[in-house]
């Protein structure tokens, strides 16, 4: 027994400091960008939002609107409390949702994360969850830019709490990045250990099956996958490199990335609470439909 355990350890310690040396690098970037966008340009890119409620874009505002979201270096419950604010100075509802579903979706550490899994599905990720942000956007657009019907229910969230406030520039980016490795690092690592659990006990044939290319079946289980794995955007990257690596389709790795972050537990709390039931609901089929749709026209284009 003692025998079986000691190999184990030696095997899984093995998978997990090659996982280790591919994705580490590209998740300590990830915490500095993270980090000085949050230090450096958060209220910038908060004044540029501001700024688009005094033009006269019209529906085109909702491209902006989903591109500073993916800028938007904050996670759900950072996001909400800043949407709460512009939707009381009269906001439209269709930017706000193009900004906080990109914002849901993508960051720029997430974007430093996925460049670890190679530039074919980096690009893949950063385009679906953009255009993910532009379809929220057009369908409230059209089906509540008229009337008196709202989306969106801010009344529960006051305006953001801003945690980087040390006179100090340099104290100030120091204790961000610290947040920002103390809140991914237990996620990144559990990611690693799963990941070389995978590569250990799962054959190869097992992956390209589930996660296989042109299979709806795969789609459907990358999908479902993603919901209770994600719990945190570094520690899905080691999963994705080494099912990626072992057979998984783009396509399927795309529905992984769409499905993951935008439902992940503890997101969807804070959703229910501005949506309401009906509209929770309408999120989640609109989610999981966008994925399936996304990772059908990857697999089929690549």
Known sequence: MTEI???????????????????????????????????????????????????????????????????????????????????????????????????????????????????????????????????????????????????????????????????NIVMRFLKNLLRNINATAPAFLVGITLAALFQRHVPETYIAALFGKHRGFGLLMAASVGVPLYVCGGGTIPLLLSWMQHGMSLGAASAFMITGPSMKITNLGALKVILGIKHFLLYIIFAVAFALVCGLLVDVLN
């Open 5 to 167: 355990l000691r190999r184990e350890y030696i095997y899984l310690t093995y998978y997990a400091s090659i996982l280790f040396g591919q994705i580490a690098p590209y998740w300590l970037l990830g915490m500095i960008l993270g980090s000085l966008v949050s230090v450096f340009g958060k209220k910038r890119l908060q004044a540029l939002f501001a700024a688009l409620q005094g033009t006269k874009l019209g529906l085109l505002g909702i491209v902006p609107a989903a591109v500073i979201g993916v800028a938007s270096p904050l996670c759900m419950y950072g996001t909400i409390p800043i949407a709460a604010s512009f939707a009381q100075k009269g906001m439209r509802e269709d930017w706000l949702a193009a900004f906080m579903m990109c914002s849901i979706l993508l960051n720029p550490q997430l974007i430093m994360y996925s460049a670890a899994l190679g530039t074919p599905a980096l690009i893949i990720r950063i385009v679906t969850c953009f255009l993910c942000g532009i379809t929220a956007g057009l369908l409230v657009r059209l089906f509540y830019g008229k009337g008196n019907k709202t989306f969106f229910n801010f009344k529960s969230f006051a305006g953001p709490k801003d945690k980087d406030i040390d006179p």
